[in-house]
């Protein structure tokens, strides 16, 4: 009865490794973050050790994730990631959600919301692990833009408009 149910298992194992999830990998830049506002070096590079791979168009796959239901997983990963913040399109936002993105960042960081503890889980990704410094240079980065902004559109369009409740008719 074990060896049917090994077996079974198995079997299992086998064929859900044909249904995969389409990879993240488009290297569209169109409406990157970069297109309209300043990411030094230094900042490019704590955003591509520790955010990129869930929060662009771009993601880098560690070999485990040709494994299901691992993919599955990060796939799912990925896609809540870029739901929250994708700098791949960052610019195709209104002018008001990006500064408001810009200001997640830096709560984020403040509240050690980033990275997740699953994608440093088990010593994995372990560069995408912010030292205090990194931290900082994000932070100052972030407020940077939304100064740029303040400089450059009407302080109303930078505020986040509440969404009006339909009326059911």
Known sequence: MFKKILLALLAIFVIIQLFRPEKNNSNDLTNAVTKKYDVPEEV??????ACNDCHTNNTVYPWYANVQPVAWWLDEHVKDG???LNLSDFT?????VQNHKFEEIVEVI???????????????????????????V???????????????YPADSLIMKRRQPTKNK
């Open 138 to 152: 994000l932070k100052s980065w972030a407020v940077k833009q939304m100064d740029y902004l303040k400089s450059n």
């Open 82 to 84: 870029k739901r929250h």
């Open 44 to 49: 490019s590079v704590i955003l591509k050790n």
């Open 92 to 96: 195709n936002l209104p002018i008001a």
């Open 110 to 136: 403040d509240e050690n919301e980033m990275p997740l503890e699953s994608y440093t889980y088990l010593g994995l990704h372990q560069e995408a692990n912010l030292t205090s410094k990194e931290k900082e």
